[in-house]
């Protein structure tokens, strides 16, 4: 088989480097793909949301199968438009994928399927979100509708901030359109954790349980960014809590879209708050976690391709993927100032060094060559991804990689997996 991967970052480099170790797979393509990921796939200068130039390449080459990793054209509708031309292709429809393209419309999904989630209402008027946010108090949750690359949630410890937030996104717009309506939810606390899973619209299969850390500071302090790295397993999903979401989350979410006319087929993603073994979710995503990604592909043991092809055939109940024993951690390296604005370009050194590490993998996310050296091109620039036998190992032996990485300006978070550690004892 030929497969294409869409998108060139670290969920990307994860996606292609476990596809291209199939059986079934004879040449993996990646576009736009970046520098790590042209190391297993040939990566195609084509943007993720050009359809046409994508739609031909895949006819051209004889594409058997798409896998795209991004949120951005699965909300624009590249399922369908693979689909309508005859292609084979991996993911949600348009329709489904609003329940990651809208918070609004993931909100009142949620509400009207009672599948547990923050108290909220949704407003397209500044004055009135605002009158809410007095009425409520702080700490509250401001979040814009639209999509804005995981930094759209704008938790707020005062009223203040709360005011401030839905300036930000509604008269300053700081993320565009996606700030047309705001979302405003009660502050939930508790331990956050990332249940992803594969759908044919009928049946679910939920792959290992992981976490992220979405601040960019040590201790979960600073705004929020993509994700600065994430482990699996995750102890907080208890076989307890894993039934419940299962019950409450994923068989609701599933069965839901498919009695409003949106059978949902792909990959499912809650992201839980989880209190007291309590999971309640702070939202759905429609595609592989990033970085989450990268740790749980790194600990799978099985060939993914065949839940991917059961995905869009609907026989996901004849698929079962193993893991290895060992945990694994994703120390994300990111560009000084990210996750504001960063300058791009910087040489990156000891690639080359970690490259003879045993049990360790780069993944990469913002790199791309320049006078044949592979230098820093986005905000999250490296995911360095470690197995260790428990969770402590693979923390130390993900760090002494990072160790011997750098370039100007580089910054990551130095308590990736402190939580699980403590969960532990
Ligand atoms: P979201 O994009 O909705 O997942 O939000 C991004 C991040 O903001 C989450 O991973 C949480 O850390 C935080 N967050 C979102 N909603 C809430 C909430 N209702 N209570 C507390 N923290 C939240
Ligand atoms: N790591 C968070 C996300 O993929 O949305």
């Excluded at 397209?124 to 409520?136: F, G, N, R, S, V």
């Excluded at 073994?277 to 065949?306: C, H, T, W």
């Amino acid at each position: 088989m030929k497969v294409l991967v869409v998108g060139g970052g670290g969920r990307e480099h994860a996606l292609a480097w476990k596809i291209k170790r199939s059986p079934l797979v004879e040449k993996v393509y990646a576009a736009p793909g970046n520098a790590g990921i042209a190391q297993d796939a040939t990566c195609v200068p084509i943007a993720p949301d050009d359809f046409d130039a994508l739609t031909q390449f895949a006819k051209k080459e004889g594409i058997d199968l798409t896998v795209v990793g991004p949120e951005d054209p699965l909300c624009k509708g590249i399922v369908d438009r693979f689909e309508s031309e005859g292609l084979r292709i991996f993911g949600p429809s348009e329709k489904a994928a609003q329940l990651e393209g809208s918070k609004a419309f993931s909100k009142d999904f949620m509400r009207r399927y009672g599948i547990p989630t923050a108290e909220y209402e949704i407003f397209d008027d500044p004055e009135k979100a605002k009158d809410y946010i007095k009425a409520k108090g702080a700490p509250i949750v401001v979040k814009a509708d639209g999509l804005a690359a995981g930094k759209g949630a704008l938790v707020c410890y005062t009223l203040e901030e709360a005011l401030a937030a839905v300036d930000k996104i509604m008269v300053e717009r700081a993320f565009g359109d996606a700030g047309n309506r705001v979302v405003v939810e009660e502050f939930l606390t508790g331990e956050e954790a990332s249940f992803i899973a594969i759908t044919d619209g009928e049946h679910i299969y939920p792959l290992a349980g992981s976490q992220d850390h979405k601040p960019i500071f040590d201790g979960d302090k600073g705004p929020n960014t993509g994700g600065m790295g994430a482990y699996s397993p995750a102890p907080v999903i208890t076989p307890e809590v894993h039934h419940k979401v299962m019950e409450r989350v994923m068989k609701p979410v599933v069965e839901g879209m498919k009695e409003m006319g949106h059978p949902f087929k792909g990959v499912i993603y809650a992201g839980l708050m989880i209190t007291d073994n309590e999971p309640k979710v702070l939202e759905y995503n429609v595609r592989f976690g990033d970085p989450e990604a990268q740790p749980i592909l790194f600990r799978m043991k099985s060939d993914l391709v065949p839940a991917l092809l059961a995905s869009i055939d609907g026989t996901l109940d004849q698929v079962e993927l193993e893991y290895l024993p060992q945990a694994s951690v994703c120390v994300v390296m990111a560009s000084g100032g990210y996750p504001g604005s960063y300058k791009k370009g910087y040489p990156i050194s000891g690639l080359e060094e970690v490259s003879k590490l045993e049990n360790v993998v780069v993944f990469h996310a913002g790199t791309t060559l320049k006078d044949g050296k592979i230098v820093t091109n986005g905000g999250r620039v490296l995911g360095v991804t470690a197995l260790g036998d428990g969770i402590k190992e693979a923390i130390d032996r993900a760090y002494e990689a990072v160790s011997l990485i750098s370039w100007e300006g580089v910054q990551y978070r130095k308590d990736i997996g402190a939580k699980a550690l403590r969960r532990l004892g």
